[in-house]
């Protein structure tokens, strides 16, 4: 079946600084999105891409969507102490049943 | 705008017990999963429904576990008899499925834990 693969599996970070995580799939998708999770809370979505190449913006974050529709990345600028979380990748590939392949999440941590 | 519902936050019984947990999704969505979250296996789609009917219930650990979704705005996820093994955080999310997108949005999710 598809699968997800996300990196890095953590990240200890300064604040300030920029990160950058990505997912791969071993099949062509159609959909990318990006959640974040707090802790003791569900995960939120962040950014929606739909097209090939696509690049998108929320603020700090901005996501792509790889023009060989199995990958995607996801930036986060100028990081912060309330950025702090697990970063999910997500998406459907040509069956669309509406059922999501998530990754297995990137932890980020962000040192004051 | 109201989110997904969940009920209740935490729940914490012993083994043998009933559970059941709740779910209300957001007003006009047409679709609802149900997942499980654990250190160990991260998340899980357990099942999920279209139009109130369920398409995929293979992530369903064993027979212990059910769902019913008797109209668009409830869902139950149960489990008889709980066992420890289940304890985890689970959630329920919703989306509009439509042919491009599928955004799913999640409730709070329930922390069980069963002794």
């Known amino acids: 079946g598809q699968q997800l693969n996300q990196s890095p599996q953590s990240m200890f970070i300064q604040e300030g600084e920029d990160v950058s995580m990505n997912c791969t799939s071993s099949?062509?998708?159609?959909?990318w999105l990006w959640y974040k999770q707090d802790p003791g809370e569900g995960p939120v979505l962040l950014i929606a891409?739909?097209?090939?190449?696509e690049l998108t913006s929320n603020g700090r974050l901005t996501a792509q969507f790889g023009i060989t529709r199995k990958d995607s990345f996801l930036n986060i600028s100028a990081s912060i102490p309330s950025d702090v979380g697990i970063y999910f990748c997500?998406?459907?590939?040509?069956?669309?049943?509406?059922?999501?392949?998530f990754g297995q999440g990137t932890t980020l941590q962000v040192k004051p | 705008d109201a989110g997904v519902i969940q009920s209740p936050r935490h729940e914490v019984t012993e083994m043998g017990q009933e559970v059941t947990l709740r779910c209300k999704p957001i007003?006009?969505?047409?679709?609802l999963f149900w997942y499980r979250q654990t250190m160990m296996r991260g998340l899980e789609l357990l099942i999920y429904?279209?139009?109130?009917?369920?398409?995929?219930d293979s992530g369903m650990p064993e027979d212990r576990f059910s769902a019913k979704m008797p109209n668009a705005s409830f869902s139950t996820l149960k489990i008889q008899p709980s066992e420890p093994r289940d304890s985890a955080v689970y959630f329920c999310?919703?989306?509009?499925?439509?042919?491009?997108?599928?955004?799913?949005?999640f409730g709070p999710g329930t922390r069980l834990t069963v002794l």
């Open positions: 429904f279209n139009n109130n009917v369920p398409i995929d």
């Open positions: 007003s006009g969505h047409n679709s």
């Open positions: 099949s062509i998708f159609n959909t």
């Open positions: 891409l739909y097209k090939a190449g």
């Open positions: 997500a998406g459907h590939g040509s069956s669309n049943t509406g059922k999501l392949i």
């Open positions: 999310a919703s989306s509009l499925r439509r042919e491009r997108g599928n955004e799913q949005f």
